[in-house]
């Protein structure tokens, strides 16, 4: 008789174990020809991962807003741009969420457009995804204008992988008015040279229409406006009229390597432009740099202090809904991310463990 009330527990036990464990959900990134993420929209519970891999072309993961779709949140989670050449056909980069709890993530690609043709995803969307896309797809007629209005700043990205080209142009903001230039000069700023945690230099004055190149020579950097009240954070942390401000990503180079990959921006204005590696502790270090410091007042040499004198961010800023770990599957490769979550379903056997150890218990007692 008591080996007869023992077998509806040993039943339970194989409904319940399964129903802990974390689930993976894959969704590609892009592909030859494709401005989409597949599939468009998932349901998870807490504790699921979200991998997303990245295929052909140049695309990021972005989280956003339902109202703002194609802006990223303040405090939102960004992948950085994810070049993957036409012909590879394997080994792709992937990044990796894990779900916090049921609340709707809203996400897009911020390559050039791609939000506005659609390119938008959302995890537990219920049955507001249709708005969230249709709100993407309105925004592609957005125009910035008006005497004192954020100018629309042009950024280039060209990486090289794996012998290939690819290249990225986005928009983002910056402060002041622009005026044309006749002649523009283009300035190399080289990141992490010899390997140090350095920009080199760090303070340039550039005019109207130059170029800024950022050169990644080693180890593994960023190049992320900032603000000079907060050197060491995204300026969109802390931008008061809504400025986004360029982010390269993560950008790892390996010891032996002749390719080196570079981030290019174009000055609209004269206003100054602050920055600084978002690497663990690099900007705490004093690894920013500026462009048209003024000479007195909020001068270089103060922005530098103040680096000094903060906490640095984290690499892969933590929001509200998680964080997502970028990671290659290619062993020879350097992450280009340090941040790493542990796997979605590390918990799983420890609550099942849990559960066996209670029906153990029950057993013995029966028995």
Same mark, same amino acid.
């Given at each position: ?12 036990? +194989? ?19 494709? &401005? ?39 405090? =939102? ?12 056909? /394997? ?8 779900? @916090? ?10 390559? %050039?457009?791609?939000?506005?043709? +659609? ?14 896309? /249709?709100? *993407? ?8 204008? +008006? ?15 794996? =012998? ?7 928009a983002t903001t910056a402060s002041g008015t622009a005026t044309a230039t006749s002649s523009a ?21 550039? =005019? ?17 406006? /900032?603000?000079?009240?907060? @050197? ?19 950008? @790892? ?39 048209? %410091? ?19 961010? $984290?690499?892969?800023? @933590? ?24 796997? *979605? ?10 559960? &066996? $150890?209670?029906? $153990?218990?029950? $057993?013995?007692?029966?028995?």
């Amino acid at each position: 008789m008591h080996l007869a009330l023992l077998f509806p527990f040993i039943g339970l036990l +194989g409904l319940v174990i399964p129903l802990s464990r974390a689930a993976d959900h894959q969704v590609t990134v892009g592909g030859i020809g494709i &401005l989409k993420y597949d599939p468009e929209s998932i349901t998870a519970d807490a504790g699921d991962t979200v991998t997303f891999i990245f295929k052909q072309k140049n695309h990021t993961v972005t989280q956003s807003t339902l109202d703002s779709p194609c802006v990223q949140a303040p405090d =939102g989670f960004d992948s950085g741009f994810v070049p993957v050449p036409d012909e590879q056909t /394997s080994n792709f980069t992937v990044a990796r969420f894990t779900v @916090p709890d049921t609340k709707p993530v809203w996400v897009y690609c911020r390559q %050039a457009n791609h939000c506005q043709q +659609g390119m938008v995803f959302a995890i537990n969307p219920g049955d507001k995804f249709d708005a969230f896309k /249709s709100n *993407a797809v309105g925004t592609g007629n957005a125009t910035v204008s +008006g005497t004192g209005s954020a100018n629309v700043v042009t950024v280039t990205q060209t990486v090289t992988v794996n =012998g290939a080209t690819q290249t990225t142009t986005y928009a983002t903001t910056a402060s002041g008015t622009a005026t044309a230039t006749s002649s523009a000069a283009s300035h190399v700023v080289t990141v992490g040279l010899d390997g140090t945690i350095a920009f080199t230099p760090n303070t340039i004055s550039a =005019g109207v229409g130059d170029t800024v190149t950022f050169r990644f020579m080693s180890k593994n950097h960023t190049v992320t406006q /900032s603000s000079f009240a907060g @050197p060491c954070d995204p300026l969109a942390q802390t931008s008061a009229n809504g400025q986004a401000g360029f982010d390269s990503g993560f950008m @790892p180079v390996m010891g032996d390597s002749t390719d080196f990959p570079e981030f290019t921006i174009t000055v609209n204005d004269t206003a100054p432009v602050w920055g600084y590696c978002r690497q663990t502790n690099h900007c705490k270090q004093g690894m920013v740099f500026a462009i048209n %410091a003024p000479a007195t007042g909020n001068t270089f040499d103060a922005f530098l202090a103040n680096a000094k004198g903060v906490a640095t961010t $984290a690499p892969a800023a @933590p929001s509200a809904s998680g964080t997502l770990a970028v990671a290659s599957p290619i062993a020879t490769q350097a992450s280009p991310n340090p941040t790493t979550n542990a796997a *979605a379903g590390s918990s799983a056997p420890r609550r099942a463990g849990a559960l &066996l $150890a209670a029906i $153990a218990i029950l $057993a013995a007692h029966l028995l």
